[in-house]
Every structure is written in C-alpha cells, then in structure tokens.
C-alpha cells in the first residue's frame, strides 16, 4: 500500500510531542465530561486483553519460520482513535509515531518481533491476521468466529469512544 506522507499524522517528533501534550491537556480539563469515553476505552482494552493469548499464541505457530515479515513492510500507524484510547486508557505512549518519512519501516519492528506492547501498538496491528494465521484460525470455527466477534465489538467501541470525545469536548 503506497501512502502519501501527508497522510501520516504526527510524524515528526515535534508533531508527536504537541498533539499527545495537546491530547493530554484537554482530557484533563474535561475530565468529568469524559467518564463515558474513558469508561470505553476500558472495555476496548478489556476485549484486546482477552484476545492477545490467541494472538500470541497464532505468532508462535507462524513468526519465528516466516519468510516475509509484515511488520518490516506494513505502511501502518497510530491514528487518533489509538492516540484517543492510549490517553483515555492510560497505556504508555510510545515515543514516537510508527515511521516518519514514506518507505520507511515500522521503528518497532525488532529482529524478534514488535517492540511495543501490545496495548500499545495500533488496533490494525491487532485485527491483521496473516494468510499463514488465517488458515490456522479457520481449522478452528469457533475460536475463529469469537475472534471475529471480538474485533467487531472493538471496532464499534473505537467509534463509540470517539464519538463520546467529541460529544464530550464540544458539549
Ligand atoms: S504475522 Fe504472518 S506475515 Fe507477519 S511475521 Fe508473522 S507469520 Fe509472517
Ligand atoms: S507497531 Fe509492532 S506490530 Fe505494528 S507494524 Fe510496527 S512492529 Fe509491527
């Protein structure tokens, strides 16, 4: 997937540091008028934590033999609905956005995987399952149908969570 750069929020370290000094600013002034999307945020981090045993469990079976690493050609990155839950759910900020300039890597893509956490890391690296997993998964119906179920469900809170944000900053 080629992306312009333009596209890419925050990609500078200055960008980076204003928008979650920005973010952070504004959900503590409307702390009260936030407890719904914060409240959200906790089921969204609540539906992931119950998926990353499969997850991790899925890249055991298929990472360590992979010939063509996702991670290191993934033109992904966090966009405001992950920023809105890492501040909302109080998961560490990663340092930096994913990558900065068009063609570069993921910066947390290690020799032996992901270097961020999975809480932090953008809800697509989550929900991306790949042919290799795929194929597992669906030799197994009903764990395949929970986890689709499962992203669902954290699709349609991510929307909710914003929405309540922007009920909640412009109420
Ligand atoms: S998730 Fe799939 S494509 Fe990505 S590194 Fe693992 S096996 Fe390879
Ligand atoms: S954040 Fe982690 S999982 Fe996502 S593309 Fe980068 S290295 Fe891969």
């Known amino acids: 997937m080629q992306t312009p750069e333009a596209v890419i929020p925050w990609h500078t370290p200055s960008l980076w540091n204003e928008a979650n000094a920005a973010l952070a600013h504004l959900l503590d002034h409307r702390r009260p008028a936030l407890q719904a999307a914060r409240r959200l945020a906790d089921q969204i981090r609540g539906r992931l934590a119950s998926l990353f045993p499969l997850m991790v469990d899925l890249c055991?079976?298929?990472?360590?033999?992979?010939?063509?690493?996702?991670?290191?050609?993934?033109?992904?990155?966090?966009?405001?609905k992950d920023l809105l839950f890492l501040h909302l759910a109080a998961v560490p900020?990663?340092?930096?956005?994913?990558?900065?300039?068009?063609?570069?890597?993921?910066?947390?893509?290690a020799p032996h995987g992901c270097s961020l956490g999975r809480l932090q890391r953008p809800f697509v690296c989550t929900w991306y399952l790949c042919p290799a997993q795929t194929r597992i998964l669906r030799e197994h119906p009903a764990p395949w149908h929970q986890t689709q179920t499962c992203l669902q469900h954290i699709k349609q809170l991510r929307r909710q969570m914003e929405n309540a944000f922007i009920q909640a900053i412009t109420g």
Do not use: K, M
Not at 93 to 109: F, M, S, T, V
């Open 93 to 109: 900020l990663p340092e930096r956005q994913l990558r900065e300039n068009r063609g570069d890597r993921c910066r947390y893509a």
């Open 60 to 80: 055991h079976a298929t990472c360590p033999t992979c010939s063509d690493i996702c991670c290191q050609h993934a033109c992904v990155w966090i966009d405001f």
